[in-house]
């Protein structure tokens, strides 16, 4: 998918002030190492879709 | 004479069907040993004794009248705490639910006790079924039936160490992304995570609306069939169930396997599972040839594809539904379980709808690979369970791909047998997965590999 820049520690407190959550420094130092693994992994989802051709939809197995 | 808690649940329900065995003395069984035993691996929250005996001696009034509900009549069975039940508090192993008692019963909990069945307790689980255990939660940690210096897997791990410590003789688990299958495996149980649809989440703790599963988790694979009989249907209350035909798993537990194919995902395990699991598995392969399926090599999408597919969904989800408790009252859960919790408001929109695109796209191209296959054959955990004394990593989640998570992003049922145990004295598993709703061929190979080996008789010492 889209792969955003790693934000860096600064970037990423900056962005968690925004998110309304009550957080420690100790919180965003493992929310920030946590992003940034899934980000990385996140590099594997594709980042061109058909439109409609894929609908998001998946909530049925027996579709 | 036989202890009665060694007993499964069909065998014990042939027995009071004949009239050999009531469900007073059954259940009198399982409370004496969770009170002797239970106290060495802390898999009860809450021991629901009276209630408990209420509902036995009401099972024997009507089996001595004629009345015989079917095979969980009188079966002494355990709630993992994410289970809402009336009457009788359900905690989520957190202390933001301490003092809730719901109203009424979950529909799984409803069918189990329409259907005979006596409920022992609340078992101990990962808070709300995601956050590991940790020392700031209300209740101790579980422990490991087979050695109590390890940690029993989760998030159903009250579920899976008590089943093993035989001090229930089935229990509900439930399974997002391997809930049910870890805890099976590293206590060395039979567990079934079944299609996503299949059986009723209403009234359950949710981690994860769009993956969430219920399901039964037992010594043996048919005790999960005979669980299921009674847990499957439709449930108009819950968005997500499906309308299904009435399946006879516990038939199903019984029926030959010769001419089931079956696709083995070896790729997704060779190179990262133990030299035990690895044997265990090539030997279980061996036994289902030899009953006459045909087993063969299938290369699938990459295991870490369906893991990053899986945890984003269940990241955004968990923390759509937890948003509210982690702003307001933080402070309230695990350390670890917070910050799991924290993590989805960082997960944007966009990707989240490309996890759910990536997902349709895993559960076509699974299907296609299945194409001309009955089941999925692969491992179910990588080798032994983690130590207690170890330092937990919050994102676990980060250095190993899930051999579970496939089929919780494809919705297709997954079986975990046990196969063995390793030179460290832990259980090996297998998983068998099968088309969306065919239950009956998983559960039909997972019980024939069981009565052709002996490993159902090995039981942890406590």
Partial sequence: ?63 | MTDLTTLGIAEAGRLMARGELTSTALTEAFLKRVELVDHKIASYITVTADLARSAAKQADMEMSGGLRRGPMHGIPVGLKDIYETAGVRTTGHSHLKLDYVPAIDAETVRRLKDAGAVILGKLGTHEFANGAMTPDQPFPAVLNPWNTKYQPGGSSSGSGAAIAAHLCMGAMGSDTGGSIRNPAGYCGTAGIKPTYGLVSRCGIFPLAFSLDTAGPMAWTVEDCALMLDVLAGYDPNDQGSAKTAKVDYGAAAHRPIKGLRIALARSWYDHGVTPDMKKGIDEAVRVLKDQGAAVEDVVFPDLWDYHICGRIIITTEAHAIHRQEVIETPQKFGYTTRRRFQLGAFITAEQYISALRFRRKLTQDTRAAMRGYDLIMTANQWGAPEAFGEPQPIFHFLDKPSLTMPFNVTGQPALTVCCGFGSDGFPLSFQLAGRAFDEASVLAAGAAYERTTTWRSHRPKL
């Fill in chain 1, 1 to 63: 998918m889209t792969s955003p820049k790693v934000p860096t520690l600064e970037e990423f407190t900056a962005r968690a002030a925004l998110t309304g959550l009550t957080l420690t420094p100790e919180d965003i130092e493992h929310l920030h190492k946590g992003y940034v693994g899934l980000l990385t992994l996140m590099d594997r989802i594709p980042s061109h879709w058909a439109w409609a051709a894929e609908p998001p939809h998946v909530f049925r197995a027996d579709e």
